[in-house]
């Protein structure tokens, strides 16, 4: 059983177009993530929800926009594609829990996203 | 924002080499995770740090949080092929909602 699925793997379109990727947990987690990996293998935080609440927003242009149904499920759609928006998305979920323990982040399989 | 200094930034060793690799930081951590990445796969954890000079172990794998609380290392001992890969250090700051990553580690084995 996959614990965080995302789809599609690969996306490639053309700029200015508007594309959405779809994030499922069943991990029974109450926070899910979307990281955003640039060719350099950087991995930075976009966006973190909390059962179905946002609350991370790390300074991610509006043309990105998350949204949540249910706590197992996070969505990103992005509106005019640029082409600095190519990049690896991965979803992830976690379950928070004292704040001295941490959090442990489980990772989807990544969204390669090619915009030519 | 954070940062966290990881080293080196890639590595070259023989199979059966052993490996280390570190993250330092300016500001104290409350946790620290490894993380190891495959190509073409999300980041999958490794090992979590939870005090300050905690020394755990998964498998060939060492890990342990630094006194100070603001470094970790990570050894690997008789490296196999299927080590090959980024090996990424995440530190949470007391009271943070996020993990910050360290720049990654590359790992290539020759046979």
């Known amino acids: 059983d996959t614990a965080v699925s995302q789809t599609p793997k690969y996306l490639v379109t053309q700029m200015g177009n508007d594309k959405s990727i779809k994030c499922e947990q069943n991990?029974?987690?109450?926070?899910m993530y979307w990281y955003k990996q640039d060719s350099k293998k950087f991995l930075k935080i976009m966006f973190s929800?909390?059962?179905?609440?946002?609350?991370i927003n790390e300074t991610v242009p509006n043309r990105f926009s998350p949204k949540s149904p249910d706590k197992a499920h996070l969505n990103l759609h992005i509106n005019s594609l640029e082409l600095g928006d190519s990049a690896v998305y991965f979803c992830?979920?976690?379950?928070?829990?004292?704040?001295?323990?941490?959090?442990?982040?489980?990772f989807g399989s990544g969204t390669q996203l090619s915009v030519l | 924002g954070q940062q966290l200094n990881q080293s080196p930034q890639s590595m070259f060793i023989q199979e059966g080499e052993d490996v280390s690799m570190n993250c330092t930081s300016s500001?104290?951590?409350?946790?620290w995770l490894w993380y190891k990445q495959d190509p073409g796969e999300g980041p999958v954890l490794l090992i979590a740090?939870?005090?300050?000079?905690e020394l755990t172990s998964n498998g060939r794998l060492t890990a342990q949080f630094g006194i100070t609380r603001k470094d970790s290392f990570l050894n690997i001992s008789a490296s196999i092929p299927s080590d090959v890969g980024i090996y990424f250090c995440?530190?949470?700051?007391?009271?943070?909602?996020?993990?910050?990553f360290g720049q990654g580690t590359r790992l290539t084995i020759n046979p």
């Open positions: 992830a979920s976690s379950q928070p829990g004292y704040t001295t323990m941490g959090e442990k982040l489980f």
């Open positions: 991990l029974g987690h109450d926070t």
């Open positions: 929800y909390n059962n179905k609440e946002l609350i």
């Open positions: 500001s104290i951590f409350n946790t």
């Open positions: 740090l939870y005090k300050a000079g």
């Open positions: 995440a530190g949470q700051l007391k009271g943070a909602q996020k993990l910050v």
